[in-house]
């Protein structure tokens, strides 16, 4: 099930609050896209800076427009253990497919720790669990042999991991690898990843999907010659703090604001000039993988 590419869905604002409205039509939006599922809650949709009421209205708004048409997984993460328990447990009346969970932030627990964290999860829930490394949000990350251990828990099933270098180590265990940065997409697939939780999917989930079906044909050199030229925008796209560049290149040809939440600014003037730049590579990339050039 957790392979392909899936989208961290942003939490569209206006004038300060959740903009359902916006958030129902973008998800009806990519339902005629090619991803593989959503993520709700993520770091992307801006969960931090959520009110648990807004959680909770984000969450009903998805769900009554996705309904069981594709997967969901929904994001939950605290530096406290219980706080993540007591999330889960409110989310269990929704039919999600599992949660994304990342180890406690700020308190930096040792492994010890980290292990115990994910052990409670995996206990409170039968849904799948999709273990959250990304230690440069959480001060802490989530090792190997942490992982081979939690690998006993028959719900903890993939892994969205954020460390390039731990990419050729998870390939080869019995889990399913997700690659959390997009830059380094082809670099995950090539060590036996199996998709992508992918911010910029948002923008470019058709591309990603063509990167990703090359790489399973055994055309690897083609897979990373369109890589190579989307990743200036990949770039672009995480050149401010996320998701402040992706809601700026939506709001360009959608119905939706690019306005973020404090304390994430929104995109720079020049940024967006540059964003409405690279709207014009994407469309030739899309030409030229319509045109089998690549």
Request: net charge negative.
């Amino acid at each position: 099930m957790y392979s392909g590419i899936w989208l961290p869905i942003i939490t569209p604002f206006r004038n300060g609050k959740v903009d359902i409205d916006a958030l129902q039509y973008l998800a009806d939006t990519y339902l005629r896209t090619e991803i593989s599922g959503f993520v709700a809650l993520g770091t992307t949709g801006e969960a931090a800076l959520l009110s648990l009421s807004e959680r909770i209205s984000v969450l009903h708004a998805l769900f009554d427009v996705v309904g069981e048409q594709l997967p969901v997984l929904v994001g939950a993460g605290a530096p406290d253990t219980r706080e993540v328990l007591r999330e889960i447990v409110l989310y269990e009346r929704w039919n999600c497919t599992g949660y994304l969970v990342s180890p406690p932030s700020y308190v930096c627990p040792d492994q010890a720790g980290v292990q115990w964290h994910f052990e409670q999860v995996a206990q409170a829930t039968q849904r799948s669990i999709v273990l959250y490394d990304v230690p440069h949000r959480t001060g802490v990350t989530i090792a190997p042999d942490t992982v081979k251990a939690l690998l006993a828990h028959e719900n903890i099933v993939a892994i969205k991991e954020c460390v390039p270098s731990r990419f050729c180590e998870l390939g080869g265990q019995p889990i399913s690898l997700l690659c959390g940065n997009d830059d380094a997409f082809v670099d995950c697939l090539s060590a036996g990843g199996a998709g992508g939780i992918l911010a910029s999917a948002h923008v470019c989930a058709d591309l990603l999907v063509d990167v990703l079906s090359l790489m399973n044909a055994d055309r690897e050199a083609d897979a990373k010659t369109l890589f190579s030229r989307l990743s200036p925008i990949l770039r672009l796209l995480f050149s401010a703090p996320n998701p402040a560049a992706i809601k700026a290149m939506l709001a360009l040809d959608h119905p939706i604001s690019a306005e973020t939440r404090m304390p994430i600014a929104p995109a720079s003037a020049e940024l967006v000039g540059r964003l409405r730049d690279a709207r014009e590579t994407l469309q030739a990339l899309r030409a030229d993988c319509e045109n089998a050039v690549i």
